[in-house]
């Protein structure tokens, strides 16, 4: 089944705490991209990935880190969450050369106290 | 850069009835337009597109329509379903498939009462 796969669902952590989601599609797609979701806000970008080791900023990249050192995956760093990084995040991947659809995994819940 | 303005943010209409929801957009430069839907707790899912050298699409019940001139697209659907209930976003981007960055609006929370 094609798919993105975000871990964890849910995390509540402490300020200052380095954590990591992880992002993995099995749909050989060469974009990847984070978001995150908040009320009144719609869905803003962090990071994008337009293949293998090329990476760039979207609108929100303060505090966060992205690699692409494999196709199928692109994880989100958040080397020391503040509350104001607490969020729903969705990671998504595309054929972008293709139809352009985004397929968005299922959502992680972060709550940063 | 594209800025994505949608309205309204709440919508609430009777089943079979039809719902409109607005985006406008900044960048003349754009030139594709997608619609997703939401569901409760997971990830939105593209459910209708449209690119600017079209000015109206329809996929059964739903439907976009594109105004160049105004900058706006809009989103209908027609016999609404309580299954239609979710939050949908408007987005646009130029240059898409050049790594053009996808700007979303803000969502609307489509609410079907049976």
């Known amino acids: 089944e094609a798919q993105v796969t975000q871990n964890p669902r849910y995390l509540i952590t402490v300020t200052g705490k380095k954590l990591t989601v992880t992002c993995s599609q099995n749909m050989n797609h060469e974009y990847m991209s984070w978001y995150r979701q908040d009320p009144g806000l719609g869905l803003r970008q962090i990071y994008y990935s337009m293949n293998v080791e090329v990476t760039d900023k979207g609108d929100v990249p303060e505090g966060y880190k992205v690699s692409r050192k494999e196709k199928r995956n692109f994880p989100l760093i958040l080397e020391s969450p503040s509350p104001n990084q607490t969020s729903l995040y969705f990671c998504?991947?595309?054929?972008?050369?293709?139809?352009?659809?985004?397929?968005f995994g299922e959502g992680s819940r972060l709550t940063v106290l | 850069g594209e800025n994505v303005e949608q309205h309204p943010s709440t919508l609430s209409v009777q089943e079979g009835d039809s719902a409109v929801i607005k985006c406008t957009y900044s960048d003349s430069a754009s030139n594709y337009f997608p619609w997703y839907k939401q569901e409760l707790g997971k990830g939105p899912q593209l459910i209708i597109d449209?690119?600017?050298?079209?000015g109206e699409k329809k996929d059964q019940r739903i439907a976009v329509t594109l105004n160049k001139t105004a900058k706006h697209f809009s989103l209908h659907i027609t016999e609404t379903q309580p299954e239609d209930s979710a939050v949908y976003f408007c987005a646009a981007t130029p240059l898409y498939n050049q790594g053009g960055k996808l700007i979303f609006g803000q969502g609307t929370e489509l609410s079907v009462k049976p």
């Open positions: 449209i690119r600017s050298n079209v």
């Open positions: 998504a991947s595309s054929n972008i050369r293709s139809t352009g659809e985004l397929f």
